[in-house]
């Protein structure tokens, strides 16, 4: 999901540049709580004008944009709008010495010329040609909203009619495999379950890969139209008879949407869905992030209360123009009332209130902190299967799976199974901490566990 902490790893991800001979490649490695994240920035000039894209090669991210550069008297300044990261460096000679900020916190990241070599990912559960399935290139169209998706279709090889399944991927710009930190989540589920006759639709969000359309402009509801245009694309496929979704994260928002507004859809899988107001979610993600980070239980106070009447000040509010004033006068006097309230290290007070308004203001913040997901589930009356791990700490399971079975049941749905998987983080994993900083260091991609229960839980609503 797009949250403020989630967002920590899953989107190490883009910035723009101002400088005079500092055009090229610059590498760096981000330590965190002992693992290695590589970064790369590519800058270039164009007159006057410098621009840069970002890698994070262990995130399996490439080439994606950087919002704003500025480079003066040897200060590299590197600004993702959303989710609010910044890189602040000083340039000498074949060195930018500086600092990555996200959300209140800093590390230390130096960039040097020099190219870091590759290291392999051991993914063992990634399959490898030739498939033992059709996998079909597709493309089908949102009319509504005028954008084209691009995915692959995987069928099982032999005659006859499957159910089918669509996959919705997690906050942030994610292709059809929903690539991260070097795993393929839907590439692995998409094999497993073609692999026992069900056959699997998985697209580029719009604005990513072969998609079109304006990744930064949507909103949880545009993704919900993008995925209906999956859904009647299917409906045209002789080979498919039922029909469900499986979504992740925020997925698992986007699929009871779906499946409330549509009678064609037989059943959805919901992995770490959300089953609370996501103010709330952002708040318990924030706490336990931090307290898992070691931050000061005093910060996390304050961050919280600062939080809490942030997103009070954006629910509360729907002009663009007063949600970013408001929250200009509001952070400007908590900063005031909390000096000891940490900034990200070179960053000014402007700049930190300036990221905080673009991230808090943005089309789909503003959208997703307003979702009624209550009333959402309420309406959904096909089976539904609620899955989480127990070491999650973006969307803790608990608390979350309780909202779910909650409102699906006062909403009189009688097909409900809910599961806490255990030793499970937030991709599914089997892990130790939970964090996100462990992701991309574990070699399993999507628990084997997790991956039966759907398959035998879909083959029960298909039959």
């Not at 900034?343 to 203001?361: F, H, R, S, V, W």
Request: charged fraction near 20%.
């Amino acid at each position: 999901m797009k949250y403020l902490t989630l967002i920590l790893l899953v989107f190490l991800i883009s910035t723009k540049t101002k400088s005079q001979d500092i055009t090229g490649q610059w590498n760096g490695k981000l330590k965190i709580q002992g693992i290695e994240l590589r970064v790369v920035f590519n800058i270039s000039k164009n007159d006057t004008t410098y621009t840069a894209t970002m890698d994070s090669p262990d995130q399996g991210a490439k080439g994606i944009p950087v919002d704003k550069v500025t480079y003066n008297n040897h200060i590299l300044k590197l600004e993702i709008k959303q989710p609010g990261i910044n890189y602040n460096g000083t340039y000498n000679k074949d060195t930018i010495e500086g600092t990555f900020m996200q959300s209140g916190l800093s590390f230390p990241l130096n960039l040097t010329r020099e190219k870091l070599e590759n290291e392999v990912n051991n993914r063992p559960q990634e399959p490898q040609l030739p498939y033992p399935y059709i996998s079909e290139e597709v493309k089908f169209e949102n009319s509504k909203d005028q954008v084209v998706l691009a995915g692959t279709l995987t069928l099982p090889n032999k005659d006859g009619h499957f159910p089918a399944v669509v996959l919705i991927s997690g906050s942030g710009p994610q292709n059809r495999n929903e690539e991260v930190f070097g795993h393929k989540p839907f590439l692995v589920i998409a094999d497993y379950l073609t692999r026992n006759n069900i056959a699997v639709l998985r697209f580029d969000d719009r604005g990513i890969g072969e998609s079109t359309g304006n990744f930064k402009e949507a909103t949880t509801l545009d993704f919900s139209n993008d995925v209906e245009a999956a859904v009647e694309y299917l409906k045209t496929r002789k080979e498919i008879d039922k029909i469900g979704l499986i979504g992740h994260s925020e997925g698992g928002i986007i699929a009871p949407i779906v499946a409330s507004n549509s009678k064609d859809i037989n059943f959805i899988v919901l992995l770490a869905g959300l089953g609370m107001p996501a103010d709330e979610l952002l708040l318990l993600q924030d706490e336990l992030i931090g307290k898992a980070y070691g931050v000061n239980d005093s910060i996390l106070q304050t961050s919280n209360t600062i939080n809490k009447e942030v997103y009070n000040i954006v629910i509360q509010n729907n002009k663009p123009e007063i949600i970013k004033q408001k929250l200009s006068e509001y952070i400007n006097h908590a900063l005031q009332d909390n000096p000891d309230f940490p900034i990200p290290g070179g960053m000014n007070k402007e700049d930190y209130i300036k990221m905080q308004i673009e991230t808090l203001a943005s089309p789909w913040m503003s959208y997703f902190l307003k979702i009624n997901i209550e009333g959402t589930l309420k309406k959904v009356k096909c089976p539904v299967l609620a899955l989480n791990g127990a070491k999650d700490l973006q969307v803790p399971a608990t608390e979350n799976l309780n909202g779910i079975k909650k409102a699906l049941e006062e909403g009189g749905n009688k097909n409900v199974t809910i599961q806490v998987i255990p030793n499970l983080n937030h991709l599914f994993q089997k892990c130790q901490s939970g964090l996100p900083l462990e992701y991309s260091t574990i070699k399993q991609t999507f628990s084997p566990d997790a991956l039966e229960l759907i398959y035998k839980w879909i083959e029960t609503q298909t039959k």
